[in-house]
């Protein structure tokens, strides 16, 4: 309708539906339930200072920065996360666009001809127009604030794949260096038995010892040679997966020859609800949700009339250059409303779609948060259950080793069967063996619970901010 000429029914309309836009009062959402305990249930021994955000610096291990580096340069997951964010971020300027005027140009020119009488005619004709929506229920606003929370969304899981990404990586070179030392405790576990071997078919020979007892000891050592080559797979196995998470083709071909340290001092863990703010999957889940509240507010505000302004310049003349003058401009002012009125119950069912997502969002984020707290709770009750684990089973390496040796010199005397042998070589296989798995379990428990606590692994940085950070 032509702007001028219904002032009246323009006004009143917006007075009429201007208490509609006030029906709809999203619910004031709580980041912290009620319930959330105050400190970690099984932290007492740990100290409640907050969560160290350089944690990758304290295993003081250059090559393995150098993996990360690696890594965070060319991993295609991340690669693809990190474009998830710049497609994130064209979507929040589409949606903030339509807070501003269109302003679009046409022209033409045409010539003609006539044939009686002869005559040529010329034609130029240029227009440019405005069109607005003005946002009065603010539905456009309510749209590009969920875009801007998508977009905070989308940063801050970015943020989480590449803390994940290089707890992967540092957890994966321990893995490797892991499969490099059990192989290593294999190699020296066949000399050791091809050495007992030698002994025990030398003391056949002699008529010491019986021929089980070379049987026994050559079905050890094959024993052995099986071990190795298994192990062997696995290293190339946790080589060519580190590979891939450096963003490489999987030669296979890195090694590790270091030794495993062992983490036993206990690690700043904060409080439960510092972890809400601090990691990026909860931050994420977060901005989800309020995302999720703007949505529903736009569906809402789609049920109301839409009040569209648009104005136009234009001037045609037989000659381009005398376009634009100000005898021949024409122009023109419209406004118009536009209102849904019957479409079915397609606006009432798009609402609903959009409540109904907003509280299965609100029980996202629940679950997210409630499965952080439960990763941190079992790290550090792992954690403990570990260091523990570690130190029984150094001791019963150590007496295993002593058992070993003290029994094949029995044997030796005559003093035990070679059954008894293999029984204490067996110990003291499961003990070394064992103690290296533990130490391995504790590093990978120290990193995942770095990770659960949300603890970054460089300095800290600003937190990427959007055209309107929303909280």
Not at 90 to 101: E, M, V
Not at 405 to 427: K, M
């Amino acid at each position: 309708m032509i702007w001028q000429h219904k002032p009246t029914l323009l006004a009143l309309s917006l007075v009429l539906l201007g208490g509609c836009a006030g029906n709809l009062n999203p619910q004031q959402r709580q980041q912290t339930p009620s319930d959330i305990a105050t400190a970690w249930q099984h932290g007492a021994a740990q100290n409640t200072l907050a969560v160290e955000q350089q944690w990758l610096q304290t295993l003081e291990n250059p090559y393995i920065e150098k993996l990360v580096n690696k890594a965070l340069n060319n991993n295609q997951a991340l690669l693809q996360s990190a474009y998830d964010v710049q497609i994130q971020k064209q979507q929040l300027i589409i949606s903030g666009s339509a807070l501003w005027p269109d302003l679009d140009i046409s022209g033409q020119t045409r010539r003609s001809k006539n044939n009686r009488p002869v005559s040529y005619d010329n034609a130029s004709s240029v227009t440019l127009e405005l069109s607005y929506e003005v946002d009065v229920w603010g539905k456009l606003s309510d749209a590009k604030r969920q875009a801007n929370l998508n977009y905070l969304a989308q940063q801050a899981s970015f943020e989480q794949a590449k803390q994940q990404l290089v707890a992967d990586v540092v957890t994966g070179w321990f893995d490797l260096v892991t499969a490099q030392q059990l192989l290593d405790l294999y190699k020296r576990r066949e000399e050791n038995a091809q050495q007992n071997l030698d002994i025990i078919e030398s003391g056949y020979r002699q008529g010491i010892n019986e021929a089980l007892d070379v049987y026994l000891a050559r079905n050890e050592l094959n024993n052995e040679r099986t071990r190795i080559a298994n192990q062997q797979a696995t290293l190339v196995s946790a080589s060519r997966s580190l590979e891939r998470l450096l963003g490489g083709y999987p030669k296979g071909d890195i090694s590790a020859e270091v030794e495993l340290p062992v983490f036993l001092a206990p690690i700043n863990i904060g409080i439960p609800s510092e972890l809400i703010t601090r990691k990026p999957q909860l931050r994420a889940s977060w901005y989800q949700l309020l995302a999720s509240d703007a949505g529903l507010a736009f569906a809402h505000k789609q049920r109301f009339p839409s009040l569209n302004l648009s104005a136009s310049v234009s001037d045609s003349t037989d000659r381009v250059g005398d376009l634009f003058s100000p005898s021949s401009l024409a122009w023109s002012l419209l406004g118009s409303i536009s209102a849904p009125i019957f479409n079915g119950g397609q606006l009432k069912a798009n609402e609903e779609i959009a409540r109904l997502n907003a509280q299965k969002q609100e029980q996202a984020y629940l679950d997210t948060l409630y499965d952080a707290f439960s990763d941190v709770e079992n790290a550090i009750t792992q954690q403990q259950s570990l260091q523990a684990s570690y130190k029984s089973t150094l001791e019963a390496q150590e007496n295993a080793l002593a058992a070993e040796q003290l029994s094949f010199e029995q044997y030796q005397s005559g003093l035990v069967t070679y059954t008894t042998v293999l029984d204490a070589q067996s110990r003291s296989f499961d003990a070394q063996s064992s103690l290296i798995e533990t130490k391995n379990q504790l590093i990978a428990n120290r990193i995942n619970l770095y990770v659960a606590l949300g603890g970054d692994f460089n300095a800290p940085t600003s937190e990427p901010k959007s055209n309107n950070d929303e909280n």
